[in-house]
């Protein structure tokens, strides 16, 4: 697990982006208190989620309004599409992602 960054460096309803060789990964922080990461590129045009509106435990891609669940990386019906997801973990304020599956999905 690499760390990224202290937890209340991510804004609230929002995210923050991270580089990751030639990856952006976008970490949202939810009003709930939890922390997801994607690969900050929507499935439909690869809109830039790290710049969208996060809503419970989902994003709205700014560009066409594809809604992205944040756990999963799935695309909300009807449309259809999915974001590399990036395990997580926080511990001791700080923000830890496994970049592991970046370089295992290149490979």
Do not use: Y
């Not at 060789?21 to 989620?49: E, Q, S, Y």
């Not at 710049?51 to 066409?64: D, R």
Request: glycine residues 12%; contains cysteine; charged residues 20%.
């Amino acid at each position: 697990m690499q760390d990224v960054g202290l937890l209340d460096d991510i804004p609230v309803a929002g995210a923050r982006t991270v580089k990751a060789g030639a990856f952006d990964i976008a970490v949202f922080r939810t009003t709930g208190g939890k922390v997801f990461a994607l690969v900050d590129r929507c499935p439909h045009r690869a809109g830039p989620l790290s710049q969208g509106i996060v809503h419970g435990e989902q994003v709205t891609c700014p560009l066409h309004n594809w809604v992205i669940d944040l756990a999963s990386g799935e695309v909300v019906g009807p449309d259809a599409g999915c974001s590399q997801t990036i395990p997580v973990r926080v511990e001791d304020g700080r923000v830890h992602l496994d970049l592991t599956v970046l370089i295992d999905e290149a490979a």
